[in-house]
């Protein structure tokens, strides 16, 4: 409903405030794909969810679909005391929470000798401001409802890990956070600023045109907003005027902004307006009879890492090399088959982009173990793209994802619609159909993702020299 104010809205409103504007005041809708939400809000599927907390006692299931109705039957196991509530409904006026679990611990209340406290179950194995910002809307809600405000809050990892925070802490922050979005929801437009973030927004195309169209600072590659509003204080709001000041002149009109910092800006912005890229610095990298280029497939709803897709590049030529487990049972032999061929290739760097790969690539090793020789390996192999030239090249580019370089170097996917999360989604059908073509359309992608970091390695290596 327009003008409701959920959970899922602070998540909306820190990757674009201008979602919850669009969401809520734009005359036309966007469909909603629930699987694309639970993806965005670092949920799991329900069968996920219940495995997570299989091992409870009195566990009450909230079954009703209209919100209303769910309410209701989530006061009827608050006031009958149940441990555990499973999906329940909180709502007060126009707030309406979904907390994954209420459950109940000992204290006064108006329910009695217990309140509730809530937690959310998340694909995440740290804490993140949006998850905090949640518990603090539900926390806020329990208040009103049972006349206890909790004071911790809780998320719930696959692992079955409990993570906890202050909820006072953590709540000035909060109400800042709420006021902002209670002035959208009441009409007040956000200002323009584009972030990453805002590429999960379904606006984000609209949002794009509108800060193109006026030229808007914030187009910026990894701009701060205190920079922006350092910047437009001081005169300078578009990226063609940024373009066209000199460095002394930065330095005078945003003298809390460090020398280097305006130089970078100011490049990016002459970057953008002449559309071209600027080489700043060496970039080398060692040579190797071998090289191997990595990329990972996940399906964060399942917390499953289903394929390590690797490109070997050697002087025989180029093999793709796919390491696919089609179910979380059979990930550790996945693993184990990519650690064997680690360990057969020790002296070929591993070429990545971004921090994932190696995030995945340690959490496997804790869980399933991993051989000396192929920790070894990956310690001093692995190599981030993205952190190897960041720096000594300027794209005419606002985003610096893999598609968005690629794109720019004359790299082409296959799939006209190859995004991240669109796989996300392509593997939940194969796993529902069995359709071979889906699981094609999967392995294509991959493969195209590591030939795409091999291109861009090449290019970095042809280009970044001065």
């Known amino acids: 409903m327009r003008g409701t104010i959920t959970e899922k809205t602070f998540y909306q409103f820190l990757k674009c405030p201008n979602w919850v504007y669009f969401d809520t005041h734009a005359p036309e809708t966007q469909p909603q794909n629930i699987l694309m939400e639970r993806l965005q809000d670092d949920g799991l599927i329900e069968e996920k969810e219940r495995e997570v907390i299989s091992d409870r006692n009195d566990l009450a299931q909230v079954s009703a679909e209209d919100p209303d109705e769910a309410f209701k039957q989530t006061l009827v196991f608050m ?5 555990t509530i499973f999906h329940s409904v909180l709502i007060d006026s126009h707030w309406v929470g979904h907390p994954d679990i209420l459950e109940r611990v000992e204290g006064r209340s108006k329910l009695g000798n217990y309140y509730y406290v809530a937690s959310d179950i998340k694909r995440s194995r740290f804490l993140r401001d949006e998850h905090k ?123 809390d902004i460090s020398t280097s910092r305006l130089e970078t800006m100011r490049d990016q912005a002459i970057a953008i307006v002449e559309k071209r890229h600027m080489i700043r610095g060496n970039v080398e990298f060692r040579e190797s009879d071998v090289e191997l280029f990595f990329d990972i497939e996940s399906d964060p709803l399942r917390d499953l890492d289903y394929l390590f ?33 680690i360990e057969s290739h020790f002296d070929s760097p591993i070429y990545h982009y971004g ?34 030239m960041r720096g000594a090249v300027i794209f005419p580019l606002s985003f610096y994802s893999l598609k968005d370089i690629g794109a720019y170097i004359g790299f082409h996917w296959r799939s006209e619609d190859a995004s991240g999360a669109n796989s996300v989604l392509w593997f939940e059908e194969w796993l529902k159909t069995k359709k071979p073509k889906i699981l094609q359309k999967i392995m294509e992608y991959n493969e195209d993702d590591v030939r795409a970091t091999y291109r861009l390695q090449r290019w970095v290596r042809e280009n970044a020299v001065l």
């Open 355 to 388: 921090w994932f790969e190696s995030e995945v690539v340690s959490r496997f090793a804790a869980k399933y173990g991993i051989t000396d020789m192929a920790r070894q390996a990956l310690e001093q192999n692995m190599i981030d793209l993205p952190s190897q």
């Open 309 to 341: 897709g690797v490109l070997k590049v050697s002087a025989a030529g180029e093999e793709y090399i796919p390491f696919f487990a089609q179910s979380p049972e059979l990930e550790g032999e996945m693993w184990k088959e990519f650690v064997s061929f």
């Open 133 to 255: 910002f949640q518990g603090c809307f539900y926390a806020e809600l329990l208040e009103k409802i049972q006349g206890v405000k909790p004071v911790l809050g809780y998320v719930l990892t696959p692992d079955r890990e409990t993570l906890s925070y202050s909820i006072e802490e953590f709540e000035a922050e909060y109400k800042l956070t709420l006021a902002g979005i209670e002035k959208i929801i009441a009409g007040k437009r956000p200002a323009h600023f584009v972030t990453t973030g805002c590429k999960q927004s379904p606006w984000f195309a609209h949002c794009q045109s509108e800060s193109e169209s006026c030229d808007d600072i914030s187009l910026l590659n990894r701009v701060w907003r205190e920079e922006v509003r350092a910047l437009c204080e001081a005169g300078v709001s578009t990226i063609k005027s940024l373009s066209l000041k000199s460095l002394p002149e930065l330095e005078m009109l945003a003298p």
């Open 79 to 83: 006031r009958e005391g149940r441990q």
